[in-house]
């Protein structure tokens, strides 16, 4: 394909996965209301830790794409917002279309089809229309994934003639990995299986002539992901550790042991399966079969069992070949991908097995399907039947998850609008519920400041962290002020009363916003002669 080809096809899907998030509607999603907005906001106006997590435990998330998303909400109308994000994940379908016209070994017209069909496919998947247009990350950091498989594609296939040219792509290709591993640590399984990948089709260490060569190429994919790491989550890390003594807070404490949470790995273990029954059931979890949930919504995905299904085949197939001492050519680009996949998901399973994160699987897998399919099958004809019979069906069973979506607003992405109440400039803002509240925070002055009661980091902190919550709240001398949502408003009072606070009564006021019912109330000490 020629590159002018390339680039108008890339300009193209930017511009219609835009406007298809228009027609979805404006995201309002938990993550986007706790912290996808708060956390740029605080790392750029510097007070990521002059606030107590507002944002509860993801306050200590890296904010490098947050900052991204507080940009554009910040100062972007709402529909614009939407179509930027989708136009940006709308690089997934180039990306898959431009790997299957790669590796497809088809006729020329048979070939833009299929890859059309691939990457139509892939991004008609859960994840892949819940998350258009959306601020969840994971399908904006899918691109980082498929570029680098991409390159690897590209240098298994044509390899530059000029060393430092090949030098500074297999550098490039891993770097990419580290980038959006170092931005979301769920996506490191991809970092550590594009490492295997490479091993099996860029290296060919069994079969290279200079086997130096290769393992220098290694060593440079290696370090290239080093430093996209470094560059996107290094100085977070750096951070984490100065403050807390732990890069990765507050995870793993169970190893750094930070004095600020209990030496526990504050891993969320309610999707990982149980019992060795329940992994190997974990195939039916992907179309809402399996005694085990891995999202919090129901979807259905049926191209990954039947991208296992076809895996297994493959592989019995090769087995079958060796025993019988027949010669099989091994696809190089097929053993690559296929190792990437099957990595990507034991990693996946013994780690997370929460369904979000297998966004670049769930992309990549009609793809695989199609390659599959045409390695272990001869007849072209029963090519054609049995990749049609596919595609029908992960069309038809599809069922995407919806994480909150709101009509579109004219302006103010949230309708935030706060109250203009004396003394909160110099106040202090307590706040109570486990809801998602933190998206308020920027439409307060700059100068207040926030202190989160109650979260679900409460699980994990330590005395020091509680008591360091205490000893700022006795040391402020302005008003303070209560801020919980509605729901929530009820069991205040008792949760206040450990920090001998009070609610003023008939001081309680409602903070208007699009998402949710947040009430803002004064605050008096114990024993305080402020009047009710």
């Known amino acids: 394909m020629r590159r002018k080809h390339s680039i108008l096809m890339l300009v193209i899907c930017t511009i219609t996965f835009g406007f298809l998030s228009l027609l979805l509607g404006q995201d309002a999603n938990w993550d986007l209301r706790n912290y996808h907005f708060y956390n740029g906001y605080a790392i750029i106006t510097g007070r990521t830790f002059k606030d107590y997590i507002p944002a509860q435990l993801q306050t200590f998330f890296n904010p490098v794409l947050d900052i991204f998303h507080y940009f554009l909400i910040s100062n972007f109308p709402p529909k614009l917002v939407g179509f930027i994000l989708g136009g940006v994940q709308g690089i997934n379908w180039y990306l898959l279309f431009i790997i299957a016209f790669l590796v497809l070994p088809l006729r020329p017209i048979l070939k833009w089809i299929v890859s059309f069909s691939c990457a139509f496919l892939g991004m008609y998947g859960p994840t892949a229309i819940s998350e258009l247009g959306t601020t969840m990350g994971d399908l904006t950091l899918s691109p980082f994934v498929l570029g680098g498989l991409y390159l690897l594609l590209k240098l298994n296939f044509n390899p530059p003639d000029e060393p430092k040219t090949l030098s500074r792509w297999v550098l490039f290709s891993g770097f990419l990995f580290g980038c959006a591993a170092g931005i979301k640590l769920a996506f490191a399984p991809y970092a550590l299986a594009g490492a ?177 399919i045409l390695h272990i099958i001869s007849t072209s004809a029963f090519r054609f039947f049995l990749v049609t019979l596919v595609f029908c069906l992960m069309i038809g069973t599809m069922k995407a998850p919806n994480w909150g979506r709101l009509p579109w607003c004219d302006s103010n992405y949230f309708g935030t609008s706060v109250p203009a109440i004396p003394g909160l400039e110099n106040g202090m803002v307590i706040m109570t519920s486990y809801s998602p509240t933190a998206f308020v925070v920027p439409s307060f002055p700059r100068e207040t400041r926030f202190v989160r009661v109650q979260s679900n980091f409460d699980g994990a902190a330590s005395e020091r962290w509680q008591q360091e919550v205490k000893e700022v709240l006795v040391a402020h001398s302005g008003p303070f002020f209560l801020l919980t949502t509605k729901e929530s408003f009820q069991e205040a009072p008792g949760i206040l009363k450990r920090y001998d606070l009070a609610i003023i009564k008939g001081s309680c006021v409602e903070i208007h916003n699009y998402l949710e019912p947040i009430i803002l109330c004064k605050l008096k000490r114990f024993g305080s002669n402020e009047r009710e």
């Open 196 to 372: 295997i990948a490479f091993l099996i089709v860029c290296g060919k260490i069994s079969s290279s002539r200079n086997i130096f060569v290769s393992s220098k190429s290694f060593c440079l994919f290696m370090v290239g992901i080093a430093l996209g790491f470094a560059l996107t989550g290094g100085f977070w890390m750096a951070f984490l550790y100065v403050h807390f003594k732990n890069p990765f807070f507050p995870f793993f404490n169970q190893i750094f042991r930070s004095p600020y949470a209990l030496p526990i790995s504050c891993q969320d273990l309610r999707w990982l399966p149980k019992t060795v029954g329940e992994y190997l059931m974990l195939p039916f979890s992907f179309v809402g079969l399996g005694p085990h949930k891995i999202l919090e919504l129901p979807f259905k995905a049926i191209r990954f069992p039947l991208t296992i299904a076809l895996a297994l085949i493959y592989v019995t197939m090769l087995a079958w070949y060796f025993i019988r001492k027949r010669d099989r050519t091994t696809p190089a680009e097929l053993n690559f991908l296929l190792a990437f996949f099957i990595t990507s998901l034991v990693t996946w399973a013994a780690v997370f097995s929460y369904y979000r994160y297998l966004a670049p699987l769930e992309l990549l897998a009609p793809f695989l399907i199609v390659l599959l």
